[in-house]
């Protein structure tokens, strides 16, 4: 049986390393999504935010 979100750990704390990896890998495409990798963002280099803005933009995301 699967978990219903890949990014919900099964684990305590980080154990759970393939939950960890897949929100690594969603923050980091949210940041590369968002241009915050361009010297000229006024956010450059902070993930601070990144799922708060983005949570409506893609089906089956929510804020919690």
């Known amino acids: 049986m699967e978990r219903p979100d ?3 750990p099964c684990k305590p704390g980080a154990e ?4 960890m990896r897949n929100r690594v890998q969603w923050m980091e ?4 999504l968002e241009g915050r990798d ?5 956010q450059h280099g902070h993930y601070t ?3 708060k ?6 089906p089956g995301s929510d804020e919690n």
């Open 53 to 58: 803005h983005h949570s409506s933009t893609f």
């Open 29 to 32: 495409m949210l940041f590369m």
């Open 16 to 19: 759970d390393l393939t939950a």
């Open 38 to 42: 361009n010297p000229d963002h006024p």
């Open 6 to 8: 890949p990014m919900i």
């Open 49 to 51: 935010g990144l799922h």
